[in-house]
């Protein structure tokens, strides 16, 4: 099978082979030439030990015990992967092995590996003649494939390789991991492979809390979301990692008055699932903006269902999250945004100074990822996408966005209030400079250099 492959991809492989070296493209590499998907992070096997690795390529570096050896390129943002045959034993924290050593032959290092589809390697013979320093070059490939990952990709499957509870409990990454492959190729699961994830879903707590996120935002920003997390949820992992989530199901909305027909959790999948933002954190926000509601819920006589303040509710859980999986400051004050606010109201009497303190609290940089999240949440609670007040509040956001929001937004500074004033520097500046804003806010002024400082002179 031929395939086309990177100068500098070419530049590794010809390297070990001049020195007499077995060497095989494996794992996503593979993967993804085989589903004809863009490749940006290779990885390499070969029988070459790290010490013999690095006097191949000085500038590599090896800090880890596992016989990986890094190589930076410029033409790629990861560093390239080159690791030595090995073998594994014991894994006391279900994350890495006890003990490695060096494997003897390519089969030996593939059967370690997680999923068929990434148990697949490439050998490739490069030629003699000159390798295109420039330009990639199409060569013949030789598909090592011992566990029949090309029949898994075809099939769109994920599978373990060899005895599934075996590999999730050397490695309980894997689970969450295969959920994030899942989604990002659209493929589902084998039965015995999702059983055991099932199985062996507590062990995920073992698993360093940043490593979980980073894989949960990449299920949040795959392709299929909504898909990735209805798996999420049904291996048992949702109620391990985000607890306060499996609450929501079941928790009805369906009374008089209200538009909802489903209850909180299937609402909150729905809404998900209706969300334009590509943001792993607004669709997160999306997935748990209703979250506080399992809390607040109350049935009245009526039979009127109410979740007052379940958006404060909903906040601190998101905090809560937001500090369990080690968020970012700047991802978790986005996040925590997102769902304290979320429950903004759109009415047309509304005045100005209303829509400018849900600016205030929400960012003007967080606006249009708030509208998303408004938008999935209408259609995911069964109304239509908008409506003629949603489109009125978009239209007066705009227009309230280009008044100014604070005494540096005006079209003059204190500098033109000491030239016009001929005052010092002082608190005085500040007042002056207030009282313009004001004067602009209530409309009594534009915000126009020209005008601001004709009023200035009548100030003095």
């Not at 589903?35 to 000085?58: C, G, H, S, Y």
């Not at 279900?94 to 050593?101: L, T």
């Not at 320093?133 to 990952?149: N, Q, R, S, V, Y």
Request: aromatic share 8%; proline share 5%.
């Amino acid at each position: 099978m031929k395939f086309e492959l990177p100068p500098f991809v070419l530049k590794i492989l010809k390297k070990f082979q001049d020195a007499g070296f077995e060497i095989y493209i494996v794992g996503g590499a593979v993967r993804d030439l085989l589903t004809k998907r863009f490749v940006d992070d290779w990885d390499f096997t070969t029988n070459a030990t790290p010490e013999k690795i690095q006097k191949l390529f000085p500038d590599a570096f090896y800090d880890n015990v596992f016989g990986t050896v890094g190589l930076s390129h410029k033409s790629s943002p990861n560093p390239y992967e080159i690791t030595t045959f090995r073998t594994e034993h014991g894994y006391s924290d279900a994350r890495r092995p006890d003990k490695v050593e060096w494997g003897k032959s390519l089969e030996e290092d593939l059967k370690r590996r997680d999923f068929t589809i990434n148990a697949v390697a490439l050998k490739i013979q490069i030629p003699k003649s000159k390798i295109q320093k420039k330009k990639p070059t199409i060569l013949d490939a030789e598909i090592i494939d011992p566990f029949d990952g090309r029949g898994d990709l075809d099939n769109k499957l994920i599978r373990a390789v060899g005895k599934p509870k075996e590999r999730f409990s050397e490695d309980a990454l894997r689970m969450i991991r295969a959920i994030r492959i899942a989604a990002e190729l659209g493929f589902t699961f084998e039965e015995k492979t999702f059983e055991a994830i099932k199985a062996n879903a507590p062990l995920i707590n073992k698993i360093a809390k940043e490593r979980v996120r980073d894989e949960l935002l990449k299920i949040l920003g795959s392709p299929n979301p909504y898909e990735g997390i209805v798996m999420f949820r049904s291996s048992g992992l949702m109620n391990e990692i985000i607890p306060e989530f499996e609450k929501t199901f079941g928790v009805e909305q369906k009374s008089p008055g209200r538009h909802h027909i489903h209850d909180v959790g299937t609402h909150s999948l729905l809404s998900l699932k209706n969300c334009k933002s590509e943001d792993p954190i607004v669709r997160f926000a999306t997935l748990i903006h209703d979250i506080g509601k399992a809390q607040t819920y109350k049935k009245l006589p009526t039979g009127v269902i109410t979740f007052y303040n379940h958006e404060l509710v909903s906040a601190r859980i998101a905090k809560a999250i937001a500090k369990r999986l080690k968020f970012s400051k700047k991802q978790s004050e986005k996040f925590y945004k997102l769902v304290r606010y979320h429950q903004f109201t759109v009415d047309e009497r509304q005045t100005d100074s209303a829509i400018r303190r849900f600016i205030k609290n929400v960012g003007k940089e967080l606006v249009p990822d708030m509208l998303n999240l408004r938008v999935a949440d209408r259609l995911g609670g069964g109304a239509r996408e908008t409506s003629w007040r949603l489109e009125e509040f978009k239209t007066r956001l705009i227009e309230v966005q280009k008044q100014p929001f604070t005494v540096r937004d005006l079209k003059i500074s204190g500098h033109d209030v000491i030239k016009v004033l001929r005052l010092h520097s002082g608190p005085k500046i500040g007042e002056v400079l207030e009282t313009l804003y004001k004067e602009v806010v209530d409309k009594k002024l534009p915000n126009e250099k020209k005008a601001l400082l004709a009023r200035l002179k009548m100030l003095k």
